[in-house]
Structures are given as structure tokens and as C-alpha cells.
């Protein structure tokens, strides 16, 4: 079984510049969340995918995130523009059940350096 | 305020021995888990305990749950170099509509050859 897969694993930009981040999560898990991880502080949430409805984008940062899944299978994770405090690592995870009911399989993360 | 909050922050032991690590967190769960980080790579979950466990064990790995004091803690036996990760608890509250697992900053488990 194919584990989630991030693409890409790094990313460079310059701030005001536009970057996608892709996510394909295991094969059959309807959920699908983003997480952020900035430097040394905690993972934080952003949202949570059911199929291709978001069931919460609560910890989105701003309307410069704009998230989609369109057919309920992979994801994109835009941000535009690009600030600085938008560096860290990105995490794609996906789940059969709810994320309370099953554990989240991982990707390896993007990692986003906004300069 | 983080809702999980994993002590110590780092943690150096040699090889073979036991090394434990804590997790608070403040409102009331369903269920708490803990999951490994290698560096550059993904979370891999390692243990879920629900709310109503009081402990629970795989493998090497021994994990404790107390709701009155809200909090956790992980006990890897007989640690070895493969085991050098950070460790991260995450909570799972039950407020309907907002659900979802909330991560604390990790500790990070350095093992000494």
C-alpha cells in the first residue's frame, strides 16, 4: 500500500510569490487533513477534507490559504502571496475514519521557506 | 495556551536505557495519542489510549493515561539508536463540529550509542 505522498519536498520562494502544494493521500481514506508545523512550535491544524468537502478550515491562517480536493482524491494547498511567517513544514495526513476514531497516516511534509 | 504539552522538551539517554516522556493538556478527550517523528520524514502513530484506559502497552512501548490529572506519559524500554525521533502526544476532544487532533511541541529523544 502506498503510504501519502507530498509533493514537493522543499520549496524556496520569495514572499509575494505563489506556491501549490500537492498531497495524495492512501488510497481509499476519504479524510484528509493539512497540518503546519513552524519551526520548534507545535503542529497546528489547518483543515479537515471529507471526500471532497472541507469538514472544518478553521485553522486556516488567512484567506491567503486556499485549499481544494476536487473529486475527493488529491489535495492542493495554495498560498498567495507568500509571507515570511508562512515558512515551515507543511503535513499532509489522511485517515479511513475520523481522525479521533483512526490513527492519521503522514506524508514527509513540504517544506516551505519563504524568504 | 497548547492543549497538549509534552515535557521535556529534549532528552538524551545512552543506549538500553528506559526513557520517559510526558503530556498535559487541559480540556477534557476522548482519546489521546502519540506519534514519532524521524527527522525529514512523517508522523507514524505509535498508540492511541481512550479516555476510559488507564494504560496500555506494544512492544517496547508502555503508555499511561491520567484523566484527573490531564495527563500522559510514554515509556520506551530498553531504548535503542533506531529510537532517536521526537515524540509527539495529540488529544482528541469531543466538541461536535470541531473536531479534531490537536498536537503539543514534542520532545526530542536523542539515544547515546
Known amino acids: 500500500e502506498a503510504g501519502v505522498t507530498q509533493f514537493p519536498s522543499h520549496s524556496v520562494i520569495e514572499k509575494g510569490q505563489t506556491v501549490t502544494l500537492r498531497c495524495d493521500p492512501i488510497?481509499?481514506?476519504?479524510?484528509l487533513y493539512w497540518y503546519r508545523r513552524v519551526m520548534g512550535k507545535e503542529i497546528k491544524f489547518l483543515l479537515h477534507?471529507?471526500?471532497?468537502?472541507?469538514?472544518?478550515e478553521s485553522g486556516m491562517p488567512n484567506n491567503r490559504f486556499l485549499a481544494e480536493r476536487t473529486g475527493g482524491t488529491y489535495s492542493t494547498l495554495k498560498v498567495q502571496p507568500a509571507e515570511l511567517e508562512d515558512s515551515g513544514v507543511y503535513f499532509c495526513?489522511?485517515?479511513?475514519?475520523?481522525?479521533?476514531?483512526?490513527?492519521?497516516?503522514f506524508g514527509n511534509g513540504t517544506r516551505l521557506t519563504v524568504t | 495556551s497548547q492543549q497538549g504539552e509534552e515535557d521535556p522538551q529534549a532528552l538524551s539517554i545512552q543506549e538500553g536505557e528506559n526513557a520517559t516522556m510526558n503530556c498535559s493538556y487541559k480540556?477534557?478527550?476522548?482519546?489521546l495519542q502519540w506519534y514519532r517523528q524521524n527527522s525529514g520524514r512523517g508522523l507514524v502513530h505509535l498508540i492511541l489510549?481512550?479516555?476510559?484506559?488507564r494504560e496500555k502497552h506494544s512492544g517496547r512501548l508502555r503508555v499511561t493515561l491520567d484523566t484527573s490529572k490531564k495527563s500522559s506519559s510514554l515509556l520506551i524500554t530498553a531504548s535503542r539508536a533506531a529510537d532517536t525521533a521526537s515524540y509527539f502526544c495529540?488529544?482528541?476532544?469531543?466538541?461536535?463540529?470541531?473536531?479534531?487532533?490537536?498536537f503539543g511541541t514534542g520532545t526530542r529523544l536523542t539515544i547515546i550509542p
Open positions: 489510549i481512550r479516555s476510559n484506559e
Open positions: 480540556t477534557s478527550i476522548n482519546n
Open positions: 495526513a489522511s485517515s479511513i475514519l475520523g481522525q479521533g476514531d483512526s490513527p492519521l497516516h
Open positions: 488510497s481509499g481514506h476519504d479524510n
Open positions: 477534507f471529507v471526500k471532497e468537502s472541507k469538514q472544518d
Open positions: 495529540a488529544t482528541f476532544s469531543p466538541n461536535f463540529g470541531n473536531e479534531k487532533l490537536t
